[in-house]
């Protein structure tokens, strides 16, 4: 714990706070393994028997997996401020609500990874 002054009051602040570049990262994770599960249920609910649309399903499925790992690596790896960018245009609509609560155990997860020294 560490005390804080802001205006003339004291605020005591947890270290193990919300650090929000790593709860930015982990939004973008989650967003990746998002299109990653869209992935696996093109996968599952594919129709073989209907084959006018293999072609533009087998394009669906291919860009959505690739843009899930493009996600998920870039929010691994990526830089931090561009990585925060990114984030923020994501979580513009109020659907992002959802994601935000469903980042947060990813949060939990990779957040020892990147904790300063």
Not at 6 to 19: I, Q
């Amino acid at each position: 714990m560490s005390r804080l002054f802001v205006d003339g009051v004291c605020v005591t602040v947890r270290k193990e706070s919300l650090e929000p570049s790593v709860y930015c990262r982990s939004y973008i994770v989650t967003l990746g393994l998002t299109f990653v599960g869209a992935c696996a249920f093109i996968w599952q609910h594919q129709d073989s028997g209907n084959t006018g649309w293999a072609g533009l399903r087998l394009t669906l499925f291919l860009s959505f997996l690739l843009v899930g790992f493009a996600l998920v690596f870039f929010g691994i790896l990526g830089p931090s401020r561009k990585m925060e960018r990114w984030a923020e245009v994501f979580s513009r609509h109020e659907a992002s609500l959802i994601v935000l609560m469903v980042a947060y155990p990813i949060y939990l997860v990779i957040s020892p990874f990147y904790r300063r020294r």
